[in-house]
């Protein structure tokens, strides 16, 4: 390379401006990401239905499915079980797509308050059965006896007597107290004494004028943290969506094990993420940006939270693979490197919301020495998703009986069940893997050298449509009848990696069609060509 000498008052020019800090010697702010540092669990991400009616279909696909909310929140209504059969049927599908859901009471039934919401001390008893009965109807995995109870009159010393006495009656884990500011001190007495606590699972509270800071006593006596409703009320645009996405991260960055958005009612066009018809606003995207890749069971791990001005960074270990969420709250571009201690990465699948992109995948980031680097769009989300490990290797061989996310070689991504749908028919594709049930696989060798491949969440085969031969013949999901279009020999080829091919078709294989990298992309069948596309790993998931 040809040396390039500059004259001596440019040296010195450029030294006086290094040292008035305009600038950067530094090509790239660096962020640290330490794998092998891990802090809270997380439970997930989700929304309430509260006052929202009955979910429409179209509105749970967008919501559990394109955007991957794990977490339910629900009204108990105080009228009792012929006001309950809304939210009922809105529990049973969260559930049927995998999620898991909260049960809150905003209001203490007449009989048993004091006219004011204060619940009767003497009438904690019926309540608790109570709640228990609606936990019961609702198939709740939580209840939270008390919405805002500092709103509602109850005291610390109502909520503290309620856990010491009353709350195994419930029958369901605990989340308490909801305070409207998520202040401590309606926990704490629950907290500090330890018969109460142990009746206990969750701490939740709500954002609205305080509370977002490491809840450390809860913490420390083991509970999970959970912020369980706020909504900015502004325009549903991406600058709005920054201040949302900002607080997500640092409730992640507080040791939060789980956020929930307000309501998803569409009589409230500043908060609706999903319309009725399915259609997803910027705001669903935004809490998507996270819930889509960081699921339930994941753990945060270490990072430089604030790399540079305007950027903060998040990550996860998810069944074992690292996923960054990096947000540029700035009005341009920057770059930002990335270096990764204590796990082994080869690349990055990057997707980003911004105001001109919703969820896109941006593509594939190598990662060379444990770091890579690349440009943060102005007002944007990208979360990172790893699809290589820095050894490029496959998996093991196949256990009889086992389950497995099934990886496609040439892109990294998971077989997956279209739209977590569950039907006969319902087409098979490749997705970035996420932990959903739809992208989980027992495998079961039924002798003879032939494989059965059963959908964890359905309970359905993977089954070449009509038994055919063709190229192109479309994969998809078929109740379990043992013939040659649902089983298959497994070959080895190299690294890892397999043939799955069919026995009705014994020339050809499973194939991502085109040899697509995106989301989506169908999976079929076609002749064996010893592509990267008709290669596939089977991982632990």
């Not at 990401?33 to 891990?38: A, P, Q």
């Not at 809105?90 to 308050?113: F, I, R």
């Not at 996860?316 to 930002?336: D, E, H, R």
Request: hydrophobic share 40%.
């Amino acid at each position: 390379m040809k040396s390039i000498l500059y004259p001596a008052k440019v040296i010195r020019a450029l030294a006086v401006l290094a040292a008035a800090g305009a600038l950067s010697i530094n090509a790239h702010a660096q962020c640290t990401i330490n794998m092998g540092s891990t802090s809270q669990t997380i439970d997930g991400f989700g929304f309430s239905s509260a006052w929202c009616g009955t979910l429409s279909s179209a509105k749970n696909n967008a919501l559990y499915g394109t955007l991957g909310m794990s977490l339910l929140r629900i009204r108990i209504d105080q009228g009792g079980s012929s006001y309950w059969g809304p939210e009922i049927a809105n529990a049973s599908a969260a559930h049927a797509a995998g999620a898991k859901v909260l049960g809150t009471c905003w209001t203490v039934p007449s009989q048993w308050n004091t006219g004011n919401g204060e619940l009767i001390a003497a009438d904690a008893g019926a309540y608790a059965t109570w709640l228990g009965q609606a936990a019961t109807a609702h198939n709740l995995d939580w209840v939270s006896p008390q919405n805002e109870l500092d709103g509602a009159n109850w005291t610390a010393t109502d909520m503290y007597n309620f856990m010491l006495n009353n709350a195994p009656a419930v029958g369901r884990a605990i989340a308490m107290p909801e305070a409207i500011n998520f202040q401590d001190q309606y926990s704490d007495p629950v907290l500090n004494n330890s018969t109460a606590a142990s009746h206990d699972t969750i701490v939740a509270g709500h954002l609205y004028g305080g509370g977002l800071y490491v809840h450390q006593n809860a913490l420390n006596h083991g509970k999970h943290v959970w912020m369980t409703e706020y909504y900015f009320d502004g325009p549903n645009d991406i600058g709005v969506c920054m201040q949302f996405a900002k607080q997500i991260s640092d409730c992640m960055n507080d040791q939060f094990s789980a956020y929930f958005w307000w309501w998803d009612n569409d009589n409230d066009p500043n908060t609706v993420m999903v319309l009725s018809n399915g259609a997803i606003n910027k705001n669903g995207y935004t809490e998507g940006q996270f819930a889509k890749w960081i699921r339930p069971g994941s753990t945060r791990v270490s990072t430089t939270y604030n790399p540079q001005s305007n950027v903060y960074v998040t990550a996860y270990k998810v069944n074992g693979n690292l996923v960054i969420v990096a947000i540029n709250m700035g009005t341009s571009a920057v770059n930002q490197q990335f270096n990764i201690q204590n796990g082994s990465v080869g690349t990055m699948e990057g997707y980003r919301t911004s105001s001109s992109q919703s969820m896109a995948d941006i593509g594939s980031f190598g990662v060379s020495g444990g770091s890579f680097t690349t440009t943060l769009a102005a007002q944007s989300i990208t979360t990172f998703v790893q699809t290589g490990s820095g050894g490029g290797g496959g998996g093991g061989a196949p256990v009889s009986g086992s389950t497995y996310k099934i990886v496609a070689r040439h892109s990294g991504k998971a077989l997956d069940a279209n739209g977590n749908a569950t039907a006969n028919g319902t087409q098979i594709i490749q997705w970035t893997y996420g932990g959903g049930s739809n992208q989980k696989w027992t495998v079961t060798d039924t002798g003879s050298g032939n494989w059965k491949i059963i959908g964890v969440q359905s309970g359905r085969a993977v089954d070449v449509s009509n038994g055919g031969t063709a190229n192109g013949t479309k994969v998809q999901l078929w109740d379990y009848v043992a013939n040659t279009a649902q089983l298959y020999k497994f070959a080895a080829t190299d690294s890892g990696y397999y043939r799955i091919t069919p026995n009705c078709a014994t020339g050809s294989c499973l194939d991502v069609s085109g040899a697509s990298t995106a989301d989506g992309a169908v999976v079929q069948l076609w002749q064996w060509l010893n592509a990267s596309n008709q290669q596939w790993a089977f991982q632990a998931p």
